[in-house]
């Protein structure tokens, strides 16, 4: 059964530091990766998604990373801003390869970055 | 707006009601999935629709719990007899049929039970 676990729970930073979320799944047989940003009392956006055949990808000051073998991902954000203030959530889907995909989420790490 | 929409955003209502949610997908997606989410935690699977047809349906989902999509477009969430422990965000996505496409979140709906 996939499992998803983020460290830490819960973060706060001074602005402008560059900081890094951690996930980790414990069945590494995945198709891609998603982070996704929840803002208090929203849906969730869709930040970066990697393939199974990809180490990163970037966007913006965002950069996630993807180690399959060791079930681990990491979501890099530079320079650090108070709009980044929000729930990280990382996500995988429970089917493997198959076409279905449904996604499992780890309960996310929230980060407050301070003026 | 060309997202994913949900109505009603906030619902309050007692134990024991029934209370039913809707959400509309993004137009050319064929796919559609209903999530929970109580505070602190990620969303959690409930059910998802490939055009009308519900394809997987979750544990969480009890029999107190319907969906349905009756066209392959909008789908509603029913839940009948609520109890307080049906207290949560309930979100809906809604994707491609494609592996490597991402899923679109709406906005919500929190529902609180008394």
């Given at each position: 059964k996939q499992e998803v676990t983020q460290i830490p729970a819960a973060l706060s930073v001074p602005e402008g530091e560059n900081l890094v979320l951690n996930c980790s799944f414990?069945?590494?047989?995945?198709?891609n990766l998603q982070w996704f940003r929840q803002d208090p009392g929203k849906g969730l956006t869709s930040l970066l998604l990697i393939q199974s055949s990809q180490r990163e990808q970037t966007s913006g000051r965002l950069n996630a990373s993807l180690d399959k073998s060791s079930g681990r991902s990491t979501l890099y954000i530079a320079a650090s801003q108070p709009g980044d203030s929000a729930t990280y959530l990382c996500a995988v889907p429970t089917s493997g390869y198959s076409s279905a995909s449904k996604i499992i989420f780890g309960s996310g790490t929230r980060l407050s970055i301070r003026p | 707006d060309t997202g994913v929409s949900q109505d009603p955003r906030h619902k309050i209502t007692k134990r024991g009601q029934n209370v039913t949610f809707r959400c509309d997908p993004i137009s050319e997606h064929n796919r559609l999935y209903w999530y929970r989410q109580t505070l602190g935690q990620g969303p959690e699977f409930l059910t998802y629709f490939q055009n009308e047809a519900q394809l997987e349906k979750s544990r969480l989902l009890s029999d107190r719990f319907s969906a349905e999509r009756p066209k392959g477009s909008f789908s509603t969430l029913e839940i009948q007899r609520t109890e307080q422990g049906d207290s949560a965000m309930y979100l809906c996505a809604s994707s491609l049929e494609d592996r490597q496409e991402t899923q679109y979140f709406g906005p919500g709906t929190r529902l609180l039970v008394l």
């Amino acid at each position: 059964k996939q499992e998803v676990t983020q460290i830490p729970a819960a973060l706060s930073v001074p602005e402008g530091e560059n900081l890094v979320l951690n996930c980790s799944f414990t069945d590494s047989a995945i198709y891609n990766l998603q982070w996704f940003r929840q803002d208090p009392g929203k849906g969730l956006t869709s930040l970066l998604l990697i393939q199974s055949s990809q180490r990163e990808q970037t966007s913006g000051r965002l950069n996630a990373s993807l180690d399959k073998s060791s079930g681990r991902s990491t979501l890099y954000i530079a320079a650090s801003q108070p709009g980044d203030s929000a729930t990280y959530l990382c996500a995988v889907p429970t089917s493997g390869y198959s076409s279905a995909s449904k996604i499992i989420f780890g309960s996310g790490t929230r980060l407050s970055i301070r003026p | 707006d060309t997202g994913v929409s949900q109505d009603p955003r906030h619902k309050i209502t007692k134990r024991g009601q029934n209370v039913t949610f809707r959400c509309d997908p993004i137009s050319e997606h064929n796919r559609l999935y209903w999530y929970r989410q109580t505070l602190g935690q990620g969303p959690e699977f409930l059910t998802y629709f490939q055009n009308e047809a519900q394809l997987e349906k979750s544990r969480l989902l009890s029999d107190r719990f319907s969906a349905e999509r009756p066209k392959g477009s909008f789908s509603t969430l029913e839940i009948q007899r609520t109890e307080q422990g049906d207290s949560a965000m309930y979100l809906c996505a809604s994707s491609l049929e494609d592996r490597q496409e991402t899923q679109y979140f709406g906005p919500g709906t929190r529902l609180l039970v008394l």
